[in-house]
């Protein structure tokens, strides 16, 4: 089932970030805390990385009307991971505040320079991001799906990854079907999957270490507990996540396999008041406008 363009919107979350958050903003825990600073840390550049990406991909789909809804979809994955890159820099520019070091998005950078100069194809780009981007979806649908992996959490901290994790499940399968639209097999998209899980783990769990550092509690046994417990503790990562992830090996996987759009527009629709839509659904007319709005957010 692919994704129509008629699924997508994006949205401006209505929160002041200005003010920042306390250094411990999930329920006091400093594990839990600088876990999710980490992956926020890698977002700038990531989503940028995935942008250009897609962007490219539009490049090489055909001029033909069969293809006109998934150019539209992936505009408007493109405005929604626009946003996305623009709240978690304001995010982390408060981290920064905080007196963490985001080491992340250097790596990131290097290596997406370093893909740039060697003239990646752009169909493993493409695979690279439908790679990120099931990781990304089966971590949305857990913070979605359980409430214990943001409960009692700072209000707009909760909302604000759970926004992302909203929009995150609603476009999970737009990289993916841009990259088999325009003819990518399984050995790539299957290898792409395999790099980029095993650097996500490397990295995210050094970013978490270096901030549990800079924080002054990394030698402490509360944070170790807690990171068992999000690990192996009730719907912790390990139960939940390495089958689904698993799954991406799967020959003829589909992102939309596991249709769980509804949980997205639950969450959407129960918040509203914390959105506003920025751009409607996607049309051949609005691209322009959602081309500018892309503009306004991009640094
Ligand atoms: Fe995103
Ligand atoms: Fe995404």
Not at 65 to 83: C, D, G, K, W
Not at 150 to 172: C, G, I, N, S, V
Not at 184 to 213: D, H, I, K, P
Request: some cysteine; proline content about 4%.
């Amino acid at each position: 089932m692919n994704t129509s363009p008629s699924d997508l919107c994006a949205r401006k979350l209505c929160i002041d970030l200005k003010q920042g958050f306390p250094r411990h903003w999930h329920r006091g825990d400093a594990f839990r805390s600088m876990y999710f600073n980490a992956l926020s840390m890698s977002f700038p550049v990531g989503e940028q990385a995935f942008i250009d990406a897609v962007r490219a991909g539009l490049e090489l789909l055909p001029d033909n009307p069969e293809h006109n809804s998934l150019r539209v979809t992936v505009q408007q994955f493109i405005a929604q991971e626009a946003t996305h890159r623009h709240i978690h820099g304001l995010y982390n520019v408060h981290l920064e505040k905080q007196g963490l070091d985001n080491r992340w998005q250097h790596w990131a950078t290097k290596r997406v320079d370093a893909a740039r100069a060697n003239n990646m194809h752009p169909l493993t780009m493409i695979a690279l991001t439908a790679a990120y981007e099931h990781c990304t979806a089966v971590f949305a649908d857990c913070t979605l799906r359980y409430d214990n992996w943001l409960d009692h959490a700072e209000p707009k901290m909760q909302m604000l990854w759970r926004w992302h994790a909203a929009e995150e499940t609603e476009h999970k399968a737009v990289a993916f079907d841009l990259y088999q639209t325009l003819g990518g097999g399984y050995t790539r998209r299957a290898l792409c999957f395999a790099y980029a899980f095993l650097l996500f783990v490397v990295e995210s769990n050094a970013q978490t270490l270096l901030n549990l550092w800079h924080d002054r509690s990394l030698f402490k046994l509360r944070t170790w507990w807690s990171m068992s417990t999000l690990a192996l503790g009730k719907n912790g990562m390990f139960w939940r996540c390495t089958l689904p992830l698993l799954r991406y090996f799967k020959p003829g996987f589909h992102p939309n396999d596991d249709d769980n759009r509804e949980l997205a527009e639950q969450w959407l629709t129960k918040n509203a008041y914390i959105w506003e839509a920025v751009r409607r659904p996607a049309t051949q007319d609005n691209r322009g406008a959602i081309n500018a709005m892309v503009r306004a957010v991009a640094p």
